[in-house]
């Protein structure tokens, strides 16, 4: 049973677009979410994290919006580089430590 | 600071064989991990540890044994390999909420 579910599987975007990115959880225990980026042959990186009693956060170009009665929260990114091509991550844990990771998204930025 | 550091980069094993892989970090922290990624399956978690001499199980730790004997090490060893634990391997520490990876062990079990 996947706990988080998390779609697109794959995004093509072109260079200053806004890809956004869905993941929906069930446990309602979970109260961190973290995003991860990785790039091809490495491990992932913390790229930012949310907790249930926000409906956003801002990082730089990045932002989580958080919605807590319908179980999902997603990853914009605003104005969206060739760099940021890469594997997207979502996941939840309670305590932040057990992480649960959705599937995956595998974002590519055309130039 | 070399962070968390796994070895071997890259192993082939025969079904059967035994073989642990290697993961330490300098950074003092108290909790590791290791997640196995898997194509359309994201990282699950197979074992994780809070201190030196405490572990336990995560969703998938069928196959594999743990142990930490110390705050640095926190090794993954598989006892009878086989194709289905054909993976990428990551370990990774936390401090609070962010939890550091390592670059990955690829694993082909043929």
């Known amino acids: 049973q996947q706990q988080v579910k998390q779609s697109p599987q794959s995004l093509i975007v072109q260079k200053g677009g806004i890809p956004i990115i869905n993941c929906a959880y069930e446990?309602?225990?979970?109260?961190?979410f973290p995003w991860y980026q990785q790039f091809p042959g490495k491990g992932p990186a913390l790229l930012i994290a949310?907790?249930?009693?926000?409906s956003e956060k801002k990082e730089g170009r990045f932002t989580i919006s958080f919605n807590k009665s319908a179980k999902q929260f997603s990853l914009h990114i605003m104005d969206s580089q060739p760099g940021d091509s890469a594997t997207y991550f979502c996941?939840?844990?309670?305590?932040?430590?057990?992480?649960?990771f959705g599937q995956g998204t595998r974002l590519t930025i055309n130039p | 600071n070399a962070g968390v550091t796994q070895t071997p980069k890259f192993q082939v094993l025969k079904t059967g064989q035994s073989m642990t892989l290697q993961c330490a970090q300098d950074?003092?922290?108290?909790?590791m991990s290791w997640y196995r990624q898997d194509p359309g399956m994201g990282l699950r978690l197979i074992h994780y540890?809070?201190?030196?001499?405490?572990?336990d199980q995560g969703e998938v730790p069928n196959g594999y044994n743990v142990s930490r004997s110390t705050t640095e090490d926190f090794p993954l060893r598989l006892l009878s390999a086989a194709p289905s634990q054909t993976s990428v391997y990551f370990c990774?520490?936390?401090?609070?909420?962010?939890?550091?990876f390592g670059p990955g062990t690829r694993l082909l079990v043929l």
């Open positions: 446990n309602t225990a979970f109260d961190y």
């Open positions: 540890s809070v201190g030196a001499g405490i572990t």
């Open positions: 990774a520490s936390s401090y609070f909420e962010t939890q550091y």
């Open positions: 996941a939840a844990a309670q305590g932040a430590q057990k992480l649960v």
């Open positions: 950074m003092n922290h108290e909790y």
């Open positions: 949310i907790r249930p009693d926000v």
